[in-house]
């Protein structure tokens, strides 16, 4: 089969490519020179990634890898950290219709990972006109059906041009979602993929842990919400939560001493979320962990029965030193009823479900939820659900239902089979229990689709659909 390069570009073309790539590097350091050390930085990277991509385009697992890196870097969360924002993409400003001036109203715009996640669609059609084998092609109908009914939710939308823009970033995620279905397939390549994954976590929430948390957890008394170089509090505990369940997957697959750095990771990943305070983020992570560590007993190795007592007992010791302290100040019933947090969710779902019964064909738009009069000043729901219906539609609502229904059915056959079975399969076993996170994660919480916590969910999530369903080349297919 001629490659994807081979087929378009000769010896010519390449060194054509080169040449430009050649030209705008110069440019780059000129416009650095001249001062913007900004855009000269993001034009260098941007071309680097989309030459080395277009390199080894006939390569997906080597593409994917490439593309891993893109996502913290364009979210500009490590790396040239004092540029921060402004570093992370190309934008477009997109005015807020109601509050022109409201830095919630985020600009849209072009990322680093928008501009590979292009090209990876183009190498899956290029897949596709060539009729290579695909597997999860039930899947691709799902994505494409979702995508397009969610797209009409542009001829009701506040903010039409949001609305475009988030559309765009949603239909490349959920493309770049299933073409990594199709590449886990090979362990040490699994390990490499994820191990990265692991480290580019570590690196975009590391900040988060702050000295001053640590100190006033430990001596019981209230604390400020750390949130590092995020807006909120919230998605970094999420993305850690993501890092300490596939951390321990690795701990209890690699041997001593190579697994004491999983464990590592693991404990600075759960130090990020106490310092952040996360409620939803520590609860998601307790009970994903919980069950991983409950049926990873089930193997008959000594050395599991070992490793499962040394992590819970950590666990114990540090949550009750730094994390109990979140339990009974966020989660005291006394205190429950006068949250303003909780009562602003349950306000914003009754705000969403009554403008959905009164206007059940004309979705606000996605990513339009903040210009919704019934939205407090707020990005989303904060249930996933929720934000689908009055942002997308009923059409992509029942789509996802569907979706839940199908993973917590998957969840109870597979927890009676573990029940029942006297060796566990560790890949299966962390899918389990991602799928379960991220069916907590999604009650209380929603995912903005143009940003580094939805694609690294996409892609854990990829891994552990492809371990569920992946034993034929029959998909998810109910």
């Known amino acids: 089969m001629k490659s994807l390069i081979g087929k378009y570009f000769d010896a010519n073309d390449l060194l054509k490519v080169l040449g430009v790539f050649s030209t705008f590097f110069v440019i780059s350091l000129i416009v650095v020179r001249s001062g913007d050390l900004k855009l000269g930085l993001k034009l260098t990277l941007l071309l680097f990634l989309v030459l080395a991509t277009l390199i080894g385009a006939d390569r997906p697992k080597w593409v994917f890898l490439l593309y891993l890196p893109s996502i913290p870097l364009s979210s500009a969360i490590i790396l040239f950290t004092p540029f921060f924002k402004r570093f992370s993409g190309f934008f477009i400003e997109v005015p807020n219709v109601f509050a022109s001036y409201n830095s919630i109203a985020r600009p849209d715009g072009i990322y680093t990972y928008t501009i590979l996640e292009v090209i990876m669609l183009v190498i899956l059609a290029y897949q596709i006109a060539t009729k290579q084998p695909l597997k999860f092609k039930w899947i691709l109908i799902f994505v494409l059906f979702f995508v397009t009914t969610s797209f009409l939710s542009i001829f009701s939308a506040l903010n039409v041009t949001r609305a475009f823009f988030q559309n765009i970033h949603l239909f490349l995620s959920l493309m770049m979602f299933f073409f990594s279905l199709q590449i886990w397939e090979d362990f040490k390549y699994e390990d490499l993929a994820i191990s990265i994954l692991i480290a580019l976590i570590i690196l975009t929430v590391i900040d988060v842990i702050s000295l001053r948390a640590i100190k006033m957890l430990l001596a019981g008394k209230w604390f400020v919400r750390e949130v590092g170089r995020f807006n909120t509090p919230n998605p970094p505990a999420h993305l850690a939560g993501m890092g300490i369940i596939f951390s321990l997957y690795f701990a209890f697959r690699k041997r001593f001493p190579s697994n004491i750095l999983y464990f590592g990771f693991a404990g600075i990943l759960l130090l990020v979320i106490f310092c952040t305070g996360s409620r939803n983020g520590l609860i998601s992570t307790v009970f994903a962990s919980f069950l991983f560590l409950f049926f990873a007993l089930k193997n008959r190795e000594k050395y599991n029965k070992i490793l499962v007592a040394i992590t819970g007992t950590a666990f114990v010791i540090i949550f009750y030193n730094l994390g109990r302290l979140i339990f009974q100040l966020r989660l005291n019933p006394r205190l429950l009823f006068y949250d303003t947090s909780i009562l602003s969710r349950f306000l914003l779902w009754k705000n969403s479900l009554q403008y959905f019964l009164d206007h059940p064909f004309s979705p606000v738009g996605t990513g339009n939820f903040f210009y919704f009069e019934g939205s407090l000043g707020l990005p989303f729901a904060h249930n996933f659900l929720i934000n689908l219906l009055i942002e997308s539609g009923l059409i992509p609502f029942l789509m996802a239902i569907g979706a839940y229904i199908l993973g917590i059915k998957k969840i109870i056959e597979k927890i009676f089979q573990f029940l029942k079975s006297s060796e566990v399969r560790k890949e299966e076993l962390v899918s389990v229990s991602f799928i379960l996170y991220i069916m907590l994660i999604f009650s209380a919480d929603?995912?903005?689709?143009?940003?580094?916590?939805?694609?690294?969910?996409?892609?854990?999530?990829?891994?552990?659909?492809?371990?569920?369903?992946?034993?034929?080349?029959?998909?998810?297919?109910?």
Do not use: A, T
Not at 452 to 469: A, C, E, N, T, V
């Open 446 to 478: 929603q995912f903005l689709y143009d940003g580094s916590l939805w694609r690294f969910m996409l892609i854990f999530l990829s891994f552990s659909i492809s371990k569920l369903w992946g034993r034929s080349n029959e998909g998810i297919r109910p």
